[in-house]
């Protein structure tokens, strides 16, 4: 059983930071992990994607400068740092994972986890 599991959302000022974490158990092999956000009343949007085998990355050009993901150092998981935070980035951050990589925001990947709740405040 797939099972991805989100931590270190939380409430921020505008300005500030926070970080993400992502874990992912029950894969025999990802090397696509990211993160997408859903604000209230949006549609998910993509954020940010990362090769585990090559360490390329991809960012959506509303976080790109801001934003940065990066492999953790256990396999299969997966951390994104946010800085600069805007009120508009207040929404609810969701990892996944699949097999393949795509370098781009049309990634679509299989596995999502339940998604971690980042506000910032202005």
């Known amino acids: 059983q797939v099972q991805l599991v989100e931590s270190g959302g939380g409430l921020v000022q505008a300005g500030g930071s926070l970080r993400l974490s992502c874990a992912a158990s029950g894969l025999t092999f990802s090397d696509a992990m990211g993160w997408f956000r859903q604000a209230p009343g949006k549609e998910r949007e993509f954020v940010s994607v990362i090769s585990w085998t090559s360490g390329r990355a991809y960012h959506a050009d509303s976080v790109k400068g801001r934003f940065t993901i990066s492999r953790g150092n256990a396999k299969n998981t997966v951390n994104l740092q946010m800085d600069s935070l805007k009120p508009e980035d207040t929404a609810v951050y969701y990892c996944?994972?699949?097999?393949?990589?795509?370098?781009?925001?049309?990634?679509?990947?299989?596995?999502w986890g339940l998604g971690t709740q980042v506000t910032v405040s202005s």
């Open positions: 996944a994972a699949d097999t393949l990589f795509t370098y781009g925001s049309n990634w679509s990947p299989n596995y």
